[in-house]
């Protein structure tokens, strides 16, 4: 029984780790009356602007297509815990952090990537 919740214990922890998080940092340059919802703003758009990393590909090529291709798109995701953080004491210092395989796309934009 022990060796089995152990195995149990080391493929949950080995799952976990193989989450890809990522973080972006960024800051508000103007001050806003609602900061908060103006840095929730700014993370969905950098969201956005990196979900190609769902689909397991880091290249420059891949980023460059993306940027391109969702230009001036209007790109539905569903993206569940992402988090926000607010950076020292400063004004508009920010922090967004999410797991690009948490990023379900309304449709597949996958086969547009392998086409650049």
Known sequence: MMKKTFSLFIFFLASVNLA???????E???NFQFPYAQARAEANKIIIENAYLAYDDESAKTKACWKNYSQNKKIKIKITDSFIEKLGTGYGAYRVSFDPSKIVFHSDHSNYLTRC
Do not use: P, R
Request: glycine share 0%.
């Open 20 to 26: 890809a998080e990522y973080t972006f940092d960024f």
């Open 28 to 30: 508000l340059k103007e």
